[in-house]
């Protein structure tokens, strides 16, 4: 397991450790609005590989996350119908940084301030790694899907549109 010093230990890294999962951290260059496409540029991978971590809610204004490849987006109305919630819209990025105690651009599933559910997007399952926010802006850490499902408890969906 990775423990350089020179890496972050935020609470996603605290999550991990405890819970003895493997993972390399992997620190870029953020940018504002850059985006899952700035690391996969920096670090020559495939978007499609580096996971968004998005805090959106229903219509009781309950918080859920939402794990999507890079280069898709969501359908909040085959979300909606698949979790069976009237709707589901992205959070103000205020409000998400609320519910989930980091800064979005930064923004993990792993230790959240609050608890929410967690849906993966299927096919991010059946790639043998990802990238992942570890819980700041300019650090991604490189993961086994199985291990964020397992962690997260995050129920499968099929909600990803070009």
Request: with cysteine; proline share 5%.
């Amino acid at each position: 397991m990775a423990k350089k010093a020179h890496y972050p230990v935020t609470a996603a890294i605290r999550v991990l450790r405890q819970h003895k999962i493997d993972y390399i951290p992997h620190l870029y260059t953020y940018e504002e609005r850059g985006g899952t496409s700035t690391f996969s540029k920096e670090k020559g991978v495939n978007e499609y590989t580096v996971i968004k971590t998005l805090v959106m809610q229903d219509e009781a204004k309950k918080p859920v996350i939402v794990l999507m490849h890079g280069d898709k987006q969501v359908s909040t109305k085959q979300l909606a119908r698949q979790i069976n919630k009237k709707s589901i819209v992205p959070c103000l990025p205020a409000v998400a940084d609320k519910h989930s105690g980091y800064q979005v651009g930064g923004t993990s599933p792993f230790g959240t301030r609050q608890k929410m559910p967690v849906y993966i997007q299927e096919t991010i399952l059946e790639l043998e790694k990802i990238y992942i926010n570890g819980g700041k802006r300019g650090f991604l850490i490189e993961i086994h899907p199985q291990d964020v499902a397992t962690v997260l408890q995050a129920q499968a969906v099929s909600v990803a549109i070009d």
